[in-house]
C-alpha cells in the first residue's frame, strides 16, 4: 500500500515531474502550511468537541491531508470541488477561513453555512466548493452533474468529486461512472481509500479487482489510476493526468488514493482502535504520515529546517486556537433566523414568495 | 372558436417555450429525444432542438436526477422527465436529501433550480409500482415545491412557471389526462403574449354556494363532473376549487370558498394517511370552524396499494357517484 518513508530518507520519484517542479520554494512551503492548518484544525476541533463545544458528528481528516491539499492545489477558475462528510480540509484548501469552519461546528451564525449545515455541510460556492454531503456517495451525481455543467456551459473546467471507499458500493456511485463516461464528462472520481468504511475493513465490504478499486472503472471502459497519498509530490502529478484528461479530452478519470485516518470514522466511533490493531495505526502515524513525510522532503531538499516546520506549525496552532475563540464569541443563529434560506422566493421577497404559504409551522 | 389541445401538447408547448426563452434550459429523461417521449409529451423537441437542449438519459433514476440537481448548481436549468413519477423512489435520496436541503444546508449559498416532471397516477391498470401519487410525501418537505395541473391550460402555464422557479419543483401529471382537450389560447391572443400562472395561486373551476369541493390534479375534473350532476339532479350548488400548486398553498382562496359554502370536501387520488387533503382539513378546521355546517370530509383512492384488476381498480380512486354520495350525506 503506501510507500515507506523513514525520518531523513523521504525521496518522491514524482518531484521532477513539471507539475512539480515548476514549484517555487514559497509554493512548497505554502504546500505544507497547507496540510499543517488542515491538521491543527482538526485536532483543535476535537478538543472543542471533548469542551462540549458542538454536537452531532466530527468526522476528521488527520492523516489524509495530502490527498485534499495535492489534488486542490492544481486546479484553475473552471475546476470544482465536492466531496463527502470529510469535508474540512477541502474548506480549507479552497480558501475557506478557519474562522468560518470552526463557527460552523459550533453551530454559530458566522459559520460558512450559518450554523444550518454542520461539520459534515461546508460550502463555498464562489470558492468552487459545493460540499460537504452527508450521504454516503449522495454527492456523487452531484458531481457528474457539476462537470455536466461545466460542458454545457462550454467552460474549459473539470469538477473533483471526492468519496472514501466506503461509497464504492452505492449504487449512485456506479450509476455516476456510467452517465460520466457515456457522456464523456470532465470529472475525476477519487476515491480517498483509507481502508475502512467505518468499522468495515475494505476486504469486508468490497468485491474487486485484485489491483483494487480503481479497477473497477474498467467495467466502464473509464481510465484510471492508484496513487500513493503519504507522497504529496505523486498526488500532484497523477491528479494532473487526469485534470489534463478532463481539461483537454473531456473525459472522466476514476482515482484511488491510498490513505490513512488516524482517528476513528468519527469522535463517536467507539471501536477505532478495535478493528484496526493499535500497531497498525502506529505504524501509519509513524511511517506514513503524509505531514512528516513532506516536512522531511522539505528538509532533503534544502528547503526549510526543522525549526521552520516549528514555526509554521505554532502558527497554524494559534490560527486554529484564535478561530475558536472566534467561534466561541459568535451568536447563535436566531430561531426566526430557521426557516430563512429555504425558498429563493420568499427570502427575496419576490411576488412569487409573496404568493401562496409556504411554510405551515 | 378558442383552440383546443391536449394536456400533452400543452405541456408540450411549454416546454418548447422556455428552450426558447432561456438557452439554460435542457431537457433529460428516458425516451425524451429519439423516441419522442413515452407519452409523447416531448414529441419532435429533439429534433426542433438536437442533441445539446434534448437529451436521452439511460434508465438511471439516481444518477441522472441528481446529476441534474449538480449541474443547476452551476446554473443550468435542468427539466427533468420521470416517466412515471413513481420512479422517484428510485432517486430518492437525491430528489429529498441534494435537491431539497443543498440551499439551507448552505446557509442560501446554492440555489437548486431544477424541475422534476411525469405523471403521478394510478387508474390505469398498471399494478402498484407505477401507480405511486406522491405529492403529499414531496409537499412533506420544506425546499420543495409541488404543483398539481388539473388540465391543459393550467399545465402549460405552471410548467412555465416552474421552470423559471428557482428552487425545485416537482410537477405531477396524468397519464389519464395526457389525451385529453381544452381551451389553451394562443400566445397571440394573451395580453402579456405568453401564459404563465403563478405557483401558490388556486382556481375557482366552478362556483357555488352549497359546498366547496377542493382538490388536485385529476380529482378536480372528477368534482366538476360531479358538481354537475348534483346541480342537476339534486339541486346542491357546488364550488370547485382547484388548488393547482400544493406547496407552495394558496389557502385563502379555500378559506374564502368554504366561508361562503359552510361545507366542505377534499378530494383527491392520493391515499387518505396524511394526504393532502389531511393539511387542508385541519387548516380548515383550526380557521373557520365558525363558518362551518357539517364535518370537513375527505375522498381519497381506496388505502391500499394500487390493484391491477381492472374493473376493479376503477373503484379504487375517486368517482363522481362516490363524491355525490359523500355531498349528499352533508347537505
Redesign the interface.
Given at each position: 500500500m503506501a510507500t515507506k518513508s523513514k525520518k531523513g530518507e523521504a525521496k518522491s520519484s514524482y518531484a521532477d515531474e513539471p507539475i512539480n517542479k515548476s514549484l517555487s520554494k514559497d509554493d512548497k512551503i505554502e504546500l505544507l502550511r497547507q496540510m499543517v492548518r488542515v491538521r491543527r484544525f482538526e485536532q483543535t476541533a476535537l478538543t472543542e468537541f471533548q469542551n462540549s463545544k458542538m454536537g452531532g458528528f466530527l468526522h476528521l481528516y488527520i492523516g489524509q491531508e495530502s490527498v485534499s491539499c495535492g489534488t486542490i492545489s492544481i486546479l484553475g477558475k473552471h475546476d470544482?470541488i465536492?466531496t463527502a462528510y470529510r469535508c474540512h480540509s477541502h474548506a480549507l484548501n479552497v480558501g475557506m477561513s478557519m474562522n468560518e469552519c470552526m463557527a460552523e461546528l459550533f453551530g454559530k451564525r458566522t459559520?460558512?453555512?450559518?450554523?444550518?449545515?454542520?461539520s459534515m455541510?461546508f460550502?463555498?460556492?464562489?470558492k468552487n466548493y459545493?460540499?460537504?454531503?452527508?450521504?454516503v456517495a449522495?454527492?456523487?451525481?452531484?458531481?457528474?452533474?457539476?462537470?455536466?455543467?461545466?460542458k454545457?456551459?462550454g467552460q474549459k473546467g473539470s469538477?473533483l468529486c471526492f468519496l472514501g471507499d466506503g461509497a464504492v458500493n452505492q449504487?449512485?456511485f456506479h450509476?455516476?461512472l456510467?452517465?460520466a463516461q457515456?457522456w464523456e464528462l470532465p470529472v475525476i472520481y477519487i476515491i480517498e481509500n483509507n481502508g475502512y468504511s467505518m468499522g468495515t475493513s475494505q476486504a469486508r465490504s468490497s468485491a474487486h479487482p485484485i489491483g483494487g478499486l480503481a479497477l473497477r472503472a474498467e467495467g466502464y471502459n473509464m481510465a484510471w489510476d492508484q496513487i500513493n497519498g503519504v507522497d504529496l509530490y505523486e498526488v500532484r502529478a497523477k491528479t494532473k493526468l487526469a485534470l489534463d484528461r478532463a481539461h483537454n479530452e473531456s473525459k472522466p478519470t476514476l482515482l484511488e488514493i491510498f490513505t490513512y485516518r488516524h482517528k476513528g470514522h468519527s469522535i463517536a466511533d467507539a471501536n477505532a482502535d478495535k478493528y484496526r490493531t493499535k500497531e497498525e495505526i502506529q505504524r501509519y502515524m509513524r511511517e506514513h504520515d503524509p505531514v512528516t513525510n513532506f516536512k522531511e522532503t522539505l528538509i532533503n531538499e534544502g528547503i526549510i529546517e526543522e525549526d521552520n516546520y516549528k514555526e509554521i506549525a505554532k502558527a497554524a496552532g494559534e490560527e486554529a486556537e484564535a478561530a475558536a475563540k472566534f467561534a466561541d464569541e459568535s451568536p447563535y443563529p436566531d430561531p426566526s433566523e430557521m426557516?430563512?434560506?429555504?425558498?429563493?422566493?420568499v427570502?427575496n421577497n419576490t411576488?412569487?414568495g409573496r404568493?401562496?404559504?409556504?411554510?405551515?409551522h | 372558436m378558442a383552440r383546443l389541445i391536449e394536456y400533452r401538447e400543452a405541456l408540450r408547448e411549454g416546454l418548447d417555450e422556455e428552450l426558447a426563452h432561456d438557452d439554460k434550459v435542457v431537457i433529460i429523461g428516458e425516451e425524451v429525444a429519439q423516441y419522442n417521449g413515452a407519452y409523447k409529451v416531448t414529441e419532435g423537441l429533439w429534433k426542433k432542438w438536437g442533441d445539446k437542449r434534448v437529451v436521452d438519459a439511460p434508465i438511471s433514476e439516481a444518477g441522472f436526477i441528481g446529476m441534474g440537481i449538480g449541474a443547476s448548481m452551476l446554473g443550468v436549468r435542468p427539466v427533468m422527465e420521470l416517466m412515471f413519477f413513481s420512479f422517484a423512489y428510485v432517486a430518492f435520496d437525491q430528489m429529498m436529501n441534494n435537491a431539497a436541503t443543498c440551499r439551507y444546508m448552505s446557509g442560501g449559498l446554492i440555489n437548486v433550480p431544477i424541475v422534476v416532471r411525469g405523471p403521478a397516477n394510478g387508474g390505469t391498470n398498471v399494478g402498484a409500482t407505477h401507480s405511486h401519487t406522491p405529492e403529499n410525501i414531496f409537499a412533506n418537505m420544506p425546499g420543495l415545491k409541488v404543483v398539481s395541473p388539473s388540465n391543459a391550460y393550467d399545465a402549460k402555464g405552471l410548467i412555465k412557471t416552474a421552470i423559471r422557479d428557482n428552487v425545485p419543483v416537482y410537477f405531477m401529471e396524468s397519464t389519464v389526462l395526457y389525451g385529453q382537450k381544452w381551451e389553451v389560447p394562443e400566445n397571440s391572443e394573451l395580453p402579456g403574449g405568453e401564459l404563465l400562472i403563478p405557483l401558490g395561486k388556486a382556481d375557482i373551476k366552478r362556483t357555488g354556494s352549497d359546498i366547496s369541493l377542493i382538490g388536485h390534479g385529476r380529482a378536480v375534473i372528477t368534482c366538476l363532473e360531479a358538481a354537475e350532476r348534483l346541480a342537476a339532479e339534486h339541486n346542491i350548488s357546488a364550488e370547485v376549487v382547484d388548488l393547482r400548486s400544493i406547496r407552495p398553498l394558496d389557502e385563502e382562496t379555500i378559506l374564502d370558498s368554504v366561508r361562503k359554502t359552510g361545507r366542505a370536501i377534499y378530494v383527491e387520488e392520493n391515499k387518505p394517511f396524511c394526504g393532502v387533503g389531511a393539511q387542508i382539513a385541519s387548516m380548515i378546521q383550526e380557521r373557520v370552524f365558525d363558518y362551518l355546517d357539517a364535518p370537513v370530509l375527505r375522498i381519497t383512492s381506496i388505502d391500499s396499494p394500487a390493484i391491477y384488476s381492472p374493473p376493479i381498480e376503477k373503484h379504487q380512486l375517486p368517482t363522481a357517484d362516490g363524491v355525490i354520495a359523500k355531498v349528499l350525506s352533508i347537505c
Open positions: 470544482h465536492i459559520g460558512c453555512s450559518k450554523g444550518k449545515g454542520g455541510h460550502f463555498a460556492p464562489d459545493w460540499g460537504g454531503h452527508g450521504i449522495g454527492q456523487t451525481p452531484l458531481g457528474t452533474g457539476l462537470a455536466y455543467g461545466v454545457y456551459l469538477c449504487g449512485a450509476e455516476s456510467n452517465l457515456l426557516t430563512d434560506d429555504i425558498y429563493w422566493e427570502d411576488e412569487a404568493t401562496g404559504r409556504h411554510f405551515f | -
